[in-house]
Protein backbone atom coordinates (compact mmCIF):
# COMPACT_ATOMS: atom_id res chain seq x y z
CA UNK A 1 0.00 0.00 0.00
CA UNK A 2 1.62 3.63 -0.74
CA UNK A 3 2.08 6.29 1.69
CA UNK A 4 -0.52 8.14 -0.04
CA UNK A 5 -2.98 6.24 0.13
CA UNK A 6 -2.88 4.99 4.05
CA UNK A 7 -3.06 8.60 4.96
CA UNK A 8 -5.95 9.76 3.17
CA UNK A 9 -8.60 9.32 5.01
CA UNK A 10 -10.06 5.60 5.00
CA UNK A 11 -13.53 6.98 3.67
CA UNK A 12 -12.39 8.50 0.58
CA UNK A 13 -10.01 5.34 0.22
CA UNK A 14 -13.09 3.05 0.58
CA UNK A 15 -14.25 4.66 -2.18
CA UNK A 16 -11.54 4.61 -4.65
CA UNK A 17 -10.92 0.73 -3.64
CA UNK A 18 -14.14 -0.93 -3.41
CA UNK A 19 -14.34 -3.58 -6.12
CA UNK A 20 -10.15 -4.59 -6.23
CA UNK A 21 -8.54 -7.20 -4.74
CA UNK A 22 -7.48 -5.36 -1.20
CA UNK A 23 -11.16 -4.11 -1.22
CA UNK A 24 -12.72 -2.66 2.35
CA UNK A 25 -14.64 -5.17 4.45
CA UNK A 26 -15.74 -3.22 7.35
CA UNK A 27 -15.91 1.01 7.52
CA UNK A 28 -16.19 2.26 11.14
CA UNK A 29 -16.75 6.40 10.62
CA UNK A 30 -16.87 8.61 13.09
CA UNK A 31 -17.95 6.05 15.28
CA UNK A 32 -19.13 7.71 19.38
CA UNK A 33 -20.80 4.79 21.78
CA UNK A 34 -20.58 4.01 25.68
CA UNK A 35 -22.23 3.01 28.80
CA UNK A 36 -25.32 5.36 29.98
CA UNK A 37 -23.65 8.77 29.95
CA UNK A 38 -20.14 7.35 30.03
CA UNK A 39 -18.66 7.78 26.35
CA UNK A 40 -15.93 5.35 25.78
CA UNK A 41 -15.58 6.10 21.88
CA UNK A 42 -15.47 9.93 20.82
CA UNK A 43 -15.20 9.43 16.84
CA UNK A 44 -13.28 6.67 15.81
CA UNK A 45 -12.72 5.62 11.98
CA UNK A 46 -11.19 3.05 11.16
CA UNK A 47 -11.28 0.37 8.00
CA UNK A 48 -10.61 -3.17 7.59
CA UNK A 49 -9.46 -4.61 4.41
CA UNK A 50 -9.69 -7.70 2.86
CA UNK A 51 -6.90 -10.20 2.31
CA UNK A 52 -4.93 -9.20 5.64
CA UNK A 53 -4.81 -8.87 9.62
CA UNK A 54 -5.85 -5.92 11.09
CA UNK A 55 -4.28 -4.47 14.46
CA UNK A 56 -6.04 -2.42 16.91
CA UNK A 57 -3.67 -1.59 19.94
CA UNK A 58 -4.22 -0.41 22.89
CA UNK A 59 -4.23 -0.31 26.26
CA UNK A 60 -6.79 -1.92 28.42
CA UNK A 61 -10.32 0.03 29.35
CA UNK A 62 -9.53 2.49 26.27
CA UNK A 63 -13.04 1.29 24.04
CA UNK A 64 -11.04 -1.53 21.95
CA UNK A 65 -13.59 -3.98 23.40
CA UNK A 66 -16.54 -1.26 23.13
CA UNK A 67 -15.64 -0.74 19.46
CA UNK A 68 -15.85 -4.23 18.40
CA UNK A 69 -19.35 -4.69 20.63
CA UNK A 70 -20.93 -1.51 18.48
CA UNK A 71 -19.93 -3.44 15.29
CA UNK A 72 -21.15 -7.42 16.33
CA UNK A 73 -24.51 -5.08 17.59
CA UNK A 74 -24.03 -5.86 21.02
CA UNK A 75 -24.32 -1.89 22.05
CA UNK A 76 -26.18 0.41 19.76
CA UNK A 77 -23.30 3.55 19.20
CA UNK A 78 -24.82 7.37 20.37
CA UNK A 79 -23.45 8.46 16.81
CA UNK A 80 -21.47 7.63 13.49
CA UNK A 81 -22.00 4.86 11.28
CA UNK A 82 -20.63 0.92 10.56
CA UNK A 83 -20.60 -0.46 7.21
CA UNK A 84 -20.00 -4.15 6.54
CA UNK A 85 -19.43 -4.76 2.81
CA UNK A 86 -21.55 -1.98 1.78
CA UNK A 87 -24.14 -2.90 4.28
CA UNK A 88 -24.93 -0.60 6.66
CA UNK A 89 -25.18 -2.64 10.27
CA UNK A 90 -25.97 1.29 12.77
CA UNK A 91 -28.99 -0.06 14.77
CA UNK A 92 -29.15 -3.60 13.75
CA UNK A 93 -29.40 -6.37 15.80
CA UNK A 94 -26.54 -8.63 16.64
CA UNK A 95 -28.13 -12.12 14.63
CA UNK A 96 -28.84 -9.78 11.86
CA UNK A 97 -25.35 -8.41 11.93
CA UNK A 98 -24.18 -12.28 12.18
CA UNK A 99 -25.80 -13.24 9.42
CA UNK A 100 -24.55 -10.68 7.41
CA UNK A 101 -21.35 -12.98 7.88
CA UNK A 102 -19.62 -10.49 10.44
CA UNK A 103 -17.91 -13.25 13.18
CA UNK A 104 -16.93 -12.39 16.65
CA UNK A 105 -15.06 -14.16 18.53
CA UNK A 106 -15.35 -11.98 22.05
CA UNK A 107 -13.69 -11.17 24.91
CA UNK A 108 -13.87 -13.97 27.66
CA UNK A 109 -14.73 -16.35 24.98
CA UNK A 110 -18.82 -16.07 25.61
CA UNK A 111 -18.58 -20.24 25.71
CA UNK A 112 -21.68 -21.94 26.45
CA UNK A 113 -20.04 -23.70 29.23
CA UNK A 114 -22.60 -25.83 30.28
CA UNK A 115 -23.00 -27.54 26.66
CA UNK A 116 -20.10 -29.73 24.65
CA UNK A 117 -17.49 -28.55 22.91
CA UNK A 118 -19.22 -30.27 19.98
CA UNK A 119 -22.56 -28.50 20.50
CA UNK A 120 -20.46 -25.32 20.98
CA UNK A 121 -18.50 -26.14 17.76
CA UNK A 122 -22.10 -26.54 15.68
CA UNK A 123 -24.00 -23.22 17.50
CA UNK A 124 -21.50 -21.31 15.84
CA UNK A 125 -22.52 -22.95 12.52
CA UNK A 126 -26.48 -22.15 13.80
CA UNK A 127 -27.21 -19.72 10.30
CA UNK A 128 -28.42 -21.98 7.36
CA UNK A 129 -25.83 -21.31 5.15
CA UNK A 130 -23.23 -22.49 7.59
CA UNK A 131 -25.36 -25.50 9.07
CA UNK A 132 -25.15 -26.85 5.20
CA UNK A 133 -21.19 -26.90 5.69
CA UNK A 134 -21.19 -28.02 8.84
CA UNK A 135 -18.80 -31.04 8.35
CA UNK A 136 -16.65 -29.45 6.30
CA UNK A 137 -16.19 -27.05 9.10
CA UNK A 138 -15.67 -28.75 11.46
CA UNK A 139 -12.53 -30.80 9.62
CA UNK A 140 -11.33 -27.15 8.95
CA UNK A 141 -11.71 -26.47 12.71
CA UNK A 142 -10.37 -29.90 14.07
CA UNK A 143 -7.21 -29.68 11.42
CA UNK A 144 -6.46 -25.94 13.45
CA UNK A 145 -7.12 -27.29 16.49
CA UNK A 146 -6.60 -30.82 16.97
CA UNK A 147 -7.04 -30.16 20.24
CA UNK A 148 -10.56 -29.91 20.34
CA UNK A 149 -11.39 -33.10 18.75
CA UNK A 150 -9.93 -34.79 21.26
CA UNK A 151 -12.31 -32.96 23.49
CA UNK A 152 -15.56 -33.25 21.82
CA UNK A 153 -18.14 -34.27 24.49
CA UNK A 154 -16.01 -32.73 27.56
CA UNK A 155 -18.38 -29.68 28.77
CA UNK A 156 -16.67 -26.14 27.33
CA UNK A 157 -16.85 -25.15 31.06
CA UNK A 158 -14.19 -27.58 31.92
CA UNK A 159 -11.24 -26.66 29.24
CA UNK A 160 -7.71 -25.13 29.87
CA UNK A 161 -7.83 -21.43 29.24
CA UNK A 162 -6.27 -22.19 26.11
CA UNK A 163 -8.57 -24.58 24.65
CA UNK A 164 -11.76 -22.21 25.84
CA UNK A 165 -10.06 -19.39 23.48
CA UNK A 166 -9.70 -22.45 20.42
CA UNK A 167 -13.16 -23.27 21.21
CA UNK A 168 -14.18 -19.47 20.73
CA UNK A 169 -12.11 -19.29 17.43
CA UNK A 170 -13.13 -22.51 16.22
CA UNK A 171 -16.93 -21.30 17.12
CA UNK A 172 -15.73 -18.37 15.06
CA UNK A 173 -14.63 -20.23 12.17
CA UNK A 174 -17.88 -22.48 11.86
CA UNK A 175 -20.01 -20.05 10.83
CA UNK A 176 -18.86 -18.79 7.31
CA UNK A 177 -18.38 -15.29 8.86
CA UNK A 178 -16.51 -13.70 5.97
CA UNK A 179 -14.64 -11.60 8.55
CA UNK A 180 -13.33 -12.39 11.56
CA UNK A 181 -13.01 -9.97 15.27
CA UNK A 182 -10.40 -11.28 17.59
CA UNK A 183 -10.76 -10.07 20.50
CA UNK A 184 -7.36 -10.28 22.69
CA UNK A 185 -6.33 -13.56 21.99
CA UNK A 186 -3.61 -14.07 24.48
CA UNK A 187 -5.04 -12.69 26.83
CA UNK A 188 -4.52 -15.05 30.45
CA UNK A 189 -2.52 -17.31 28.25
CA UNK A 190 0.63 -18.58 28.49
CA UNK A 191 3.26 -17.93 25.93
CA UNK A 192 3.44 -21.02 24.24
CA UNK A 193 -0.23 -21.19 24.14
CA UNK A 194 -0.54 -17.90 23.21
CA UNK A 195 2.21 -19.22 20.28
CA UNK A 196 -0.31 -22.16 19.23
CA UNK A 197 -3.22 -19.06 19.06
CA UNK A 198 -1.16 -16.97 16.80
CA UNK A 199 -0.02 -19.86 14.69
CA UNK A 200 -3.46 -20.39 13.91
CA UNK A 201 -4.50 -16.94 13.23
CA UNK A 202 -1.68 -16.04 11.12
CA UNK A 203 -2.92 -19.65 8.79
CA UNK A 204 -5.97 -18.23 8.97
CA UNK A 205 -5.44 -15.12 7.41
CA UNK A 206 -3.26 -17.04 5.11
CA UNK A 207 -6.25 -18.76 3.55
CA UNK A 208 -7.49 -15.70 3.20
CA UNK A 209 -10.14 -14.78 5.87
CA UNK A 210 -10.08 -11.12 6.69
CA UNK A 211 -9.32 -10.13 10.58
CA UNK A 212 -9.62 -7.96 12.73
CA UNK A 213 -6.91 -8.49 15.93
CA UNK A 214 -7.39 -6.55 18.93
CA UNK A 215 -4.80 -6.63 21.16
CA UNK A 216 -2.61 -5.21 23.71
CA UNK A 217 0.62 -6.59 22.79
CA UNK A 218 2.97 -4.61 20.24
CA UNK A 219 5.23 -7.45 19.28
CA UNK A 220 1.95 -9.81 18.57
CA UNK A 221 0.57 -7.12 16.76
CA UNK A 222 4.19 -5.91 14.87
CA UNK A 223 4.62 -9.82 13.96
CA UNK A 224 1.22 -10.29 12.25
CA UNK A 225 -0.89 -7.27 11.40
CA UNK A 226 -0.62 -5.51 8.32
CA UNK A 227 -2.37 -1.89 8.96
CA UNK A 228 -2.55 -0.51 12.59
CA UNK A 229 -4.45 1.58 14.34
CA UNK A 230 -3.75 2.97 17.91
CA UNK A 231 -6.28 3.19 19.97
CA UNK A 232 -6.20 5.47 23.46
CA UNK A 233 -8.92 6.90 25.59
CA UNK A 234 -11.22 6.42 23.12
CA UNK A 235 -9.43 8.22 19.89
CA UNK A 236 -7.47 6.87 17.09
CA UNK A 237 -4.03 8.32 18.09
CA UNK A 238 -2.08 7.07 15.30
CA UNK A 239 -2.45 4.54 12.07
CA UNK A 240 -0.27 3.05 9.79
CA UNK A 241 1.79 -0.10 9.00
CA UNK A 242 3.25 -2.61 11.25
CA UNK A 243 7.00 -1.98 10.61
CA UNK A 244 6.33 1.81 11.10
CA UNK A 245 5.12 0.96 14.36
CA UNK A 246 8.03 -1.72 15.48
CA UNK A 247 10.66 1.67 14.36
CA UNK A 248 8.65 4.31 16.26
CA UNK A 249 9.65 3.71 20.21
CA UNK A 250 8.23 7.32 20.83
CA UNK A 251 4.96 6.39 20.39
CA UNK A 252 4.95 3.11 22.10
CA UNK A 253 6.46 4.22 24.92
CA UNK A 254 3.88 7.13 24.86
CA UNK A 255 0.95 4.94 24.96
CA UNK A 256 2.00 1.52 25.56
CA UNK A 257 3.98 2.42 28.43
CA UNK A 258 6.86 -0.31 27.13
CA UNK B 1 -44.56 -55.69 48.38
CA UNK B 2 -48.28 -54.97 46.83
CA UNK B 3 -48.20 -52.01 49.13
CA UNK B 4 -44.87 -50.66 47.65
CA UNK B 5 -46.37 -51.67 44.21
CA UNK B 6 -49.45 -49.67 44.45
CA UNK B 7 -47.76 -46.32 45.55
CA UNK B 8 -45.08 -46.42 42.59
CA UNK B 9 -48.30 -46.89 39.92
CA UNK B 10 -49.96 -43.62 41.62
CA UNK B 11 -47.03 -42.03 42.86
CA UNK B 12 -45.45 -42.61 39.23
CA UNK B 13 -48.55 -41.17 37.98
CA UNK B 14 -48.20 -38.05 39.82
CA UNK B 15 -44.87 -37.35 39.11
CA UNK B 16 -45.15 -37.91 35.53
CA UNK B 17 -47.98 -34.92 35.58
CA UNK B 18 -45.31 -32.84 37.78
CA UNK B 19 -42.80 -33.58 35.94
CA UNK B 20 -44.65 -31.85 32.66
CA UNK B 21 -45.13 -28.96 34.13
CA UNK B 22 -42.50 -28.38 35.99
CA UNK B 23 -40.49 -29.04 32.95
CA UNK B 24 -42.26 -26.79 31.49
CA UNK B 25 -41.91 -23.73 34.15
CA UNK B 26 -38.42 -24.40 34.46
CA UNK B 27 -37.72 -23.91 30.42
CA UNK B 28 -39.50 -20.26 30.99
CA UNK B 29 -37.32 -19.72 33.78
CA UNK B 30 -34.54 -20.49 32.58
CA UNK B 31 -34.80 -18.78 29.27
CA UNK B 32 -36.07 -15.87 30.03
CA UNK B 33 -35.98 -15.46 34.13
CA UNK B 34 -40.06 -15.50 33.86
CA UNK B 35 -42.06 -17.30 36.37
CA UNK B 36 -45.13 -17.76 34.83
CA UNK B 37 -47.92 -17.48 37.12
CA UNK B 38 -50.70 -18.40 34.77
CA UNK B 39 -49.08 -21.40 34.06
CA UNK B 40 -52.42 -22.87 36.07
CA UNK B 41 -54.47 -21.68 33.73
CA UNK B 42 -52.96 -22.81 30.85
CA UNK B 43 -53.59 -26.50 32.09
CA UNK B 44 -57.43 -25.50 33.02
CA UNK B 45 -57.07 -24.41 29.12
CA UNK B 46 -55.54 -27.66 27.53
CA UNK B 47 -58.56 -29.45 29.82
CA UNK B 48 -60.90 -27.95 28.85
CA UNK B 49 -59.75 -27.52 25.07
CA UNK B 50 -59.65 -31.46 25.18
CA UNK B 51 -63.08 -31.77 26.55
CA UNK B 52 -64.99 -29.70 23.67
CA UNK B 53 -62.92 -31.15 21.44
CA UNK B 54 -64.24 -34.68 22.25
CA UNK B 55 -67.81 -33.57 23.05
CA UNK B 56 -68.90 -31.00 20.50
CA UNK B 57 -66.56 -32.18 18.09
CA UNK B 58 -66.87 -35.79 18.67
CA UNK B 59 -62.66 -35.93 18.15
CA UNK B 60 -60.97 -38.95 19.19
CA UNK B 61 -58.55 -39.19 22.16
CA UNK B 62 -55.09 -38.19 20.47
CA UNK B 63 -57.03 -35.75 18.20
CA UNK B 64 -58.45 -33.75 21.66
CA UNK B 65 -54.95 -33.94 22.69
CA UNK B 66 -53.44 -32.52 20.18
CA UNK B 67 -56.33 -29.79 20.14
CA UNK B 68 -55.61 -29.16 23.56
CA UNK B 69 -51.32 -28.98 22.68
CA UNK B 70 -52.08 -26.48 20.10
CA UNK B 71 -54.11 -24.40 22.59
CA UNK B 72 -51.26 -24.49 25.11
CA UNK B 73 -49.07 -22.80 22.57
CA UNK B 74 -51.38 -20.29 21.60
CA UNK B 75 -51.75 -19.40 24.99
CA UNK B 76 -47.88 -19.58 25.77
CA UNK B 77 -47.84 -17.18 22.41
CA UNK B 78 -50.69 -15.00 23.76
CA UNK B 79 -48.12 -14.23 27.12
CA UNK B 80 -45.14 -14.28 24.78
CA UNK B 81 -46.47 -11.16 22.87
CA UNK B 82 -49.03 -9.66 25.01
CA UNK B 83 -46.73 -9.33 28.52
CA UNK B 84 -43.49 -10.75 27.94
CA UNK B 85 -42.24 -8.69 25.22
CA UNK B 86 -43.24 -5.51 26.09
CA UNK B 87 -42.31 -5.88 29.77
CA UNK B 88 -39.09 -7.29 29.37
CA UNK B 89 -36.66 -4.09 29.25
CA UNK B 90 -38.27 -2.57 32.43
CA UNK B 91 -36.90 -2.59 35.38
CA UNK B 92 -37.91 -5.15 38.03
CA UNK B 93 -39.22 -7.43 34.92
CA UNK B 94 -38.98 -10.43 37.09
CA UNK B 95 -41.27 -9.12 39.88
CA UNK B 96 -43.23 -7.41 36.74
CA UNK B 97 -44.37 -10.44 35.04
CA UNK B 98 -45.29 -12.54 37.98
CA UNK B 99 -48.28 -10.21 38.76
CA UNK B 100 -48.81 -9.39 35.19
CA UNK B 101 -49.11 -13.56 34.51
CA UNK B 102 -50.93 -14.08 37.67
CA UNK B 103 -53.38 -11.48 36.16
CA UNK B 104 -53.65 -12.74 32.55
CA UNK B 105 -54.41 -16.16 34.67
CA UNK B 106 -57.11 -14.70 36.39
CA UNK B 107 -58.55 -13.37 32.97
CA UNK B 108 -58.61 -16.81 32.03
CA UNK B 109 -59.75 -18.92 34.45
CA UNK B 110 -62.90 -16.93 34.48
CA UNK B 111 -63.33 -16.81 30.92
CA UNK B 112 -63.50 -20.19 31.58
CA UNK B 113 -65.71 -20.08 34.74
CA UNK B 114 -68.25 -17.79 32.42
CA UNK B 115 -68.36 -20.55 29.85
CA UNK B 116 -68.57 -23.88 31.24
CA UNK B 117 -69.80 -22.97 34.99
CA UNK B 118 -68.22 -23.86 37.68
CA UNK B 119 -69.64 -27.25 38.38
CA UNK B 120 -66.81 -30.11 37.90
CA UNK B 121 -67.06 -31.75 34.37
CA UNK B 122 -65.86 -35.41 33.66
CA UNK B 123 -63.02 -35.65 31.07
CA UNK B 124 -64.74 -37.60 28.24
CA UNK B 125 -61.16 -38.94 26.77
CA UNK B 126 -60.36 -40.79 30.33
CA UNK B 127 -60.35 -44.61 29.97
CA UNK B 128 -62.52 -47.12 32.61
CA UNK B 129 -61.44 -49.56 34.60
CA UNK B 130 -57.71 -51.38 34.96
CA UNK B 131 -55.45 -54.70 35.12
CA UNK B 132 -55.30 -56.36 38.53
CA UNK B 133 -51.70 -58.07 39.20
CA UNK B 134 -51.35 -60.18 42.21
CA UNK B 135 -54.04 -57.16 43.90
CA UNK B 136 -52.47 -54.44 42.65
CA UNK B 137 -54.66 -52.41 40.70
CA UNK B 138 -53.43 -50.69 37.20
CA UNK B 139 -55.96 -48.30 36.30
CA UNK B 140 -55.69 -48.04 32.47
CA UNK B 141 -56.24 -44.74 32.78
CA UNK B 142 -52.57 -44.25 34.66
CA UNK B 143 -50.72 -46.40 32.33
CA UNK B 144 -51.89 -43.58 29.76
CA UNK B 145 -50.35 -40.81 32.09
CA UNK B 146 -47.74 -42.31 32.43
CA UNK B 147 -46.81 -43.74 28.64
CA UNK B 148 -48.06 -39.98 27.18
CA UNK B 149 -46.01 -38.17 29.60
CA UNK B 150 -42.68 -40.20 29.25
CA UNK B 151 -43.32 -39.85 25.52
CA UNK B 152 -43.61 -35.93 25.70
CA UNK B 153 -40.78 -35.70 28.00
CA UNK B 154 -38.46 -38.18 25.84
CA UNK B 155 -39.46 -36.04 22.32
CA UNK B 156 -38.55 -32.80 24.23
CA UNK B 157 -34.94 -34.24 25.68
CA UNK B 158 -34.40 -35.26 22.10
CA UNK B 159 -35.72 -32.15 20.57
CA UNK B 160 -33.43 -29.95 22.84
CA UNK B 161 -30.66 -32.17 22.60
CA UNK B 162 -29.87 -32.93 19.42
CA UNK B 163 -31.76 -30.56 16.78
CA UNK B 164 -30.12 -27.26 16.10
CA UNK B 165 -33.20 -25.48 17.54
CA UNK B 166 -33.38 -27.00 20.77
CA UNK B 167 -29.04 -26.38 20.38
CA UNK B 168 -29.92 -23.32 20.41
CA UNK B 169 -32.80 -22.60 22.96
CA UNK B 170 -30.05 -24.16 25.26
CA UNK B 171 -27.50 -21.85 24.15
CA UNK B 172 -30.32 -18.62 24.53
CA UNK B 173 -30.28 -19.81 27.72
CA UNK B 174 -26.95 -19.86 28.59
CA UNK B 175 -25.78 -17.04 27.33
CA UNK B 176 -28.42 -14.96 25.25
CA UNK B 177 -25.71 -12.54 23.76
CA UNK B 178 -23.03 -15.35 22.97
CA UNK B 179 -25.96 -16.96 21.49
CA UNK B 180 -26.87 -13.41 19.26
CA UNK B 181 -23.40 -13.77 17.90
CA UNK B 182 -24.40 -16.61 16.60
CA UNK B 183 -26.93 -15.59 14.61
CA UNK B 184 -29.78 -16.91 16.77
CA UNK B 185 -32.68 -14.71 16.80
CA UNK B 186 -33.19 -15.02 20.61
CA UNK B 187 -36.53 -13.20 20.23
CA UNK B 188 -38.03 -15.53 18.27
CA UNK B 189 -36.36 -18.21 20.78
CA UNK B 190 -38.10 -16.74 23.87
CA UNK B 191 -41.71 -17.15 21.38
CA UNK B 192 -41.04 -20.50 20.92
CA UNK B 193 -40.31 -21.32 24.81
CA UNK B 194 -43.42 -19.93 25.59
CA UNK B 195 -45.12 -21.61 22.81
CA UNK B 196 -43.76 -25.39 24.41
CA UNK B 197 -44.21 -24.47 27.85
CA UNK B 198 -47.75 -23.46 27.05
CA UNK B 199 -48.30 -26.89 25.58
CA UNK B 200 -46.42 -28.51 28.47
CA UNK B 201 -48.99 -27.33 30.39
CA UNK B 202 -51.86 -27.91 28.85
CA UNK B 203 -50.70 -31.93 28.25
CA UNK B 204 -50.32 -31.99 32.16
CA UNK B 205 -53.98 -30.40 32.31
CA UNK B 206 -55.65 -32.92 30.01
CA UNK B 207 -54.00 -35.56 31.95
CA UNK B 208 -54.67 -34.09 35.28
CA UNK B 209 -58.68 -33.97 34.21
CA UNK B 210 -58.24 -37.59 33.22
CA UNK B 211 -57.39 -38.38 36.84
CA UNK B 212 -59.84 -36.56 38.65
CA UNK B 213 -62.42 -33.93 36.63
CA UNK B 214 -62.65 -30.73 35.04
CA UNK B 215 -62.97 -27.28 37.02
CA UNK B 216 -61.89 -23.97 36.30
CA UNK B 217 -59.16 -23.55 39.59
CA UNK B 218 -57.68 -27.57 38.79
CA UNK B 219 -54.88 -25.57 37.89
CA UNK B 220 -53.59 -23.61 41.42
CA UNK B 221 -52.72 -27.07 43.04
CA UNK B 222 -50.61 -28.56 40.33
CA UNK B 223 -48.90 -25.12 39.62
CA UNK B 224 -47.60 -24.51 42.49
CA UNK B 225 -46.59 -28.17 43.07
CA UNK B 226 -44.71 -27.66 40.14
CA UNK B 227 -43.46 -24.41 41.39
CA UNK B 228 -41.69 -26.27 44.15
CA UNK B 229 -40.91 -29.09 42.42
CA UNK B 230 -38.35 -26.01 40.32
CA UNK B 231 -37.48 -24.54 43.49
CA UNK B 232 -36.36 -27.60 44.80
CA UNK B 233 -34.30 -28.51 41.63
CA UNK B 234 -32.94 -25.74 40.93
CA UNK B 235 -34.79 -22.88 38.78
CA UNK B 236 -34.02 -23.01 35.59
CA UNK B 237 -33.10 -26.86 35.34
CA UNK B 238 -35.28 -28.43 33.89
CA UNK B 239 -33.88 -32.49 33.50
CA UNK B 240 -33.37 -31.49 37.23
CA UNK B 241 -36.81 -30.67 37.78
CA UNK B 242 -38.06 -34.08 35.92
CA UNK B 243 -35.66 -35.92 38.74
CA UNK B 244 -37.21 -34.12 41.30
CA UNK B 245 -41.00 -34.31 39.95
CA UNK B 246 -40.21 -38.03 40.12
CA UNK B 247 -38.72 -38.09 43.39
CA UNK B 248 -41.57 -36.07 44.90
CA UNK B 249 -44.29 -37.84 43.35
CA UNK B 250 -43.28 -40.69 44.66
CA UNK B 251 -42.74 -39.17 48.16
CA UNK B 252 -46.22 -37.89 48.62
CA UNK B 253 -47.67 -41.01 46.85
CA UNK B 254 -45.62 -42.99 49.71
CA UNK B 255 -46.74 -41.00 53.03
CA UNK B 256 -50.21 -40.73 51.53
CA UNK B 257 -50.20 -44.25 51.21
CA UNK B 258 -48.83 -45.15 54.91
CA UNK B 259 -49.99 -42.27 56.59
CA UNK B 260 -52.74 -41.02 55.00
CA UNK B 261 -53.46 -38.49 52.17
CA UNK B 262 -53.36 -35.33 54.35
CA UNK B 263 -50.08 -35.81 55.31
CA UNK B 264 -49.21 -36.07 51.61
CA UNK B 265 -48.51 -32.23 50.58
CA UNK B 266 -47.10 -31.10 54.48
CA UNK B 267 -44.46 -34.00 54.41
CA UNK B 268 -43.48 -32.58 50.48
CA UNK B 269 -43.02 -29.73 51.68
CA UNK B 270 -41.13 -30.30 54.66
CA UNK B 271 -39.36 -32.25 52.66
CA UNK B 272 -38.17 -29.34 50.32
CA UNK B 273 -37.44 -27.28 53.27
CA UNK B 274 -34.76 -28.99 54.47
CA UNK B 275 -33.30 -29.80 51.30
CA UNK B 276 -33.49 -26.41 50.58
CA UNK B 277 -31.63 -25.24 53.97
CA UNK B 278 -28.90 -28.10 52.78
CA UNK B 279 -28.55 -26.36 49.40
CA UNK B 280 -30.57 -23.09 49.22
CA UNK B 281 -30.18 -22.55 45.77
CA UNK B 282 -31.59 -25.96 44.80
CA UNK B 283 -30.46 -29.71 44.49
CA UNK B 284 -28.72 -28.75 40.87
CA UNK B 285 -29.33 -25.02 41.09
CA UNK B 286 -26.64 -22.03 41.16
CA UNK B 287 -26.47 -20.32 38.16
CA UNK B 288 -27.00 -16.33 37.10
CA UNK B 289 -28.74 -15.65 33.86
CA UNK B 290 -28.10 -12.25 31.58
CA UNK B 291 -31.54 -11.49 29.51
CA UNK B 292 -32.21 -9.45 27.37
Not at chain 1, 224 to 253: F, H, K, M, P
Not at chain 2, 126 to 144: C, T
Not at chain 2, 154 to 180: D, N
Request: proline fraction near 4%; aromatic fraction near 8%.
Amino acid sequence: MSDASRQGSPSAQWSESSGTASSSVLLVQDLYAGYGAHTVLRGITIEVRAGAITGLLGPNGHGKTTLLRCASGLIKPKRGRIEFKGCELTGRQPEWIAAQGLGQVPQGDMLFGQMSVQDNLLMGAYLAPAWAQREANLCRVFALFPRLQERLQQSAGTLSGGERRMLSIGRGLMSCAELLMIDEPSLGLAPKVIEDIYVAIVRLADEGMPILLVEESVERVAEVCRQVYLLDDGLIRWQGTAAELDGNAELISTYLGS
Amino acid sequence: MQDLLQVLVSGLTLAAMYALSAVGLSLCWGSMNVLNMAHGAIMVVGGYVCYSAATFLGSGGPASFAMALAAGAAMGALLYLALVRPLRQRKGFETLIIIASFGLGLIIENLILKTYGAYPIAQPIALEGGWEFEQVFVPYQNAVVLASSSLILIVLALFLGKTRTGRAIRATSISAPAAQLQGVPVRRIYLLVMMLSGSLAAASGVLLSTLTTLAPTMGYDPMLKAFIVCVAAGLGNASGALFVALLLGVFEAAVGFYLGVRFGFSFLLALVILSLIWRPSGLFGGKDLQRL
